[in-house]
């Protein structure tokens, strides 16, 4: 026969499962959002230098004191 405090700790259980596959995809869906992002700025610079161009990274320079 189970008891209460069985079923209170397989939700328990189940809710942390729950909460840990929540951070996973939280945490996939992120580090995508930021590898499409810095893709796309590399593939804009590499259009632009497969045209020919050469000031297609400028350079920062520190402020002049």
């Known amino acids: 026969m189970r008891n209460r405090f069985d079923d209170d700790r397989e939700s328990d259980d189940r809710r942390t499962a729950a ?30 230098l497969m045209s020919g161009r050469t000031n297609c990274a400028p350079i920062e320079l520190p402020a002049a004191q």
């Open 19 to 48: 909460l840990m596959g929540l951070a996973i995809v939280l945490s996939l869906a992120i580090a995508g959002i930021v590898l499409i992002r810095d893709l796309g700025k590399e593939a804009k610079l590499e259009d632009c």
